[in-house]
């Protein structure tokens, strides 16, 4: 079953805009992580955001999270046509095993 | 380039027939996880072993079984294919089994039943 929700599903920007995608989760995680994937390909980890931390920023990636709504956001700034791809959140479910459960994923088009 | 290794990358087959699908870790990563893609049902975790281990199931079918041998490289198969079984299988390894573990994907296996 889905644990995370991205929202949209779907997000076409020029080049140069932000891009902001939207995670929301069921359960209590100990951690949440984004993954991009370009069309068929494997997935590429981009960042991980405890439990306990607020905001995390990676270059041009900042996420939050809000555990009280169980909710957490990817914006990637200064957008480039390389950003095309699926995002997708991904948590554990606040047990104690490494495996990831994965939402459904936002397609970002970046258009030159 | 994440370093793990996925073979085959394409793999069409019947229904009912049989399929190895086989992953090489990271050099050092000893947790290696199978997840199945498919339109449907999305990214959905099916099995997770460490260093040799059953660590963690998930929506795996009995029809699919996986292990992960002393030189920590897993195989995952499939049998009694159906066409519901079509999509896109993943490898990811980690260094530890735990949490707060990134995970490098592979660049997958494409199954096709028809």
């Known amino acids: 079953s889905q644990q995370g929700e991205e929202d949209p599903q779907a997000l076409s920007i020029q080049e140069g805009e932000n891009a902001t995608m939207n995670c929301s989760y069921k359960?209590?995680?100990?951690?949440l992580q984004w993954y991009r994937q370009n069309s068929g390909r494997g997935l590429v980890h981009l960042i991980l955001i405890r439990s306990n931390e607020r905001e995390k920023h990676s270059g041009r990636l900042r996420v939050t999270l809000d555990t009280s709504k169980k909710s957490s956001s990817l914006l990637i700034t200064a957008s480039r046509a390389a950003d095309t791809a699926s995002y997708f959140c991904?948590?554990?479910?606040?047990?104690?095993?490494?495996?990831?459960?994965f939402g459904k994923g936002t397609k970002l088009s970046v258009k030159p | 380039d994440s370093g793990v290794t996925q073979t085959p990358k394409h793999l069409i087959t019947a229904t009912g027939q049989r399929v190895t699908l086989r992953c090489s870790p990271r050099?050092?990563?000893?947790?290696v996880y199978w997840y199945q893609q498919s339109l449907d049902q999305g990214l959905q975790f099916l099995i997770q072993?460490?260093?040799?281990?059953?660590?963690a199931k998930g929506n795996i079918l009995e029809r699919f079984s996986a292990q992960q041998f002393p030189d920590l490289h897993s195989e995952l198969n499939l049998s009694s294919l159906e066409l519901g079984d079509s999509a896109l299988y993943f490898c990811?390894?980690?260094?530890?089994?735990?949490?707060?573990?990134?995970?490098?994907f592979g660049p997958g296996t494409r199954l096709t039943v028809l």
């Open positions: 050099s050092g990563d000893l947790s």
């Open positions: 990811a390894s980690s260094l530890r089994g735990g949490l707060s573990n990134e995970q490098f």
């Open positions: 072993y460490y260093n040799g281990e059953e660590r």
């Open positions: 359960t209590s995680i100990n951690n």
């Open positions: 991904a948590t554990d479910n606040g047990g104690s095993q490494g495996n990831l459960i």
